[in-house]
């Protein structure tokens, strides 16, 4: 089981990936909670430097909702977690947690459901992003 769904981007600069990812998930049903800027946190606290790296915690109220009642442990991995990076080679990354290594863990009854609904959101965030930066 792969542990994310990814998508490679050439020719769209991270912000304009970022602003596409960011309005898909909307799209899909998903706000986001969090924002991490690990380039920036890992500068100021370690001086160290890295190519651009943001996790958005992005989160589908309905779909945590029913996973939470399935298993409170489910908290633990909420909400799912969508990496947009620069990859070195010129090209901006965008991954979402794959909802199935989740029911994996957690395989409460029910956990599966929503997994499998909330992989299909994501996928089709992700396939929106693609026909935007077609």
Known sequence: MKLGLSRTYRGAGFDEVMARTRAALAAAGFGVLTE???QATLREKLD??????????????????????????????LPCNVVVRENGAGET???AINPAVMAEVA???????????AAELLESALNAVDRELA
């Open 48 to 77: 160290e430097r890295m190519e651009r790296y943001t996790i958005l915690g992005a989160c589908n109220p309905a779909l945590a909702h029913r996973a939470l009642e399935a298993t409170r442990e489910i908290g633990l991995l």
């Open 36 to 38: 991490i800027d690990v």
């Open 107 to 117: 395989p409460a009854a029910g956990v599966s459901e929503v997994a499998g609904e």
């Open 93 to 95: 990354v965008v991954e």
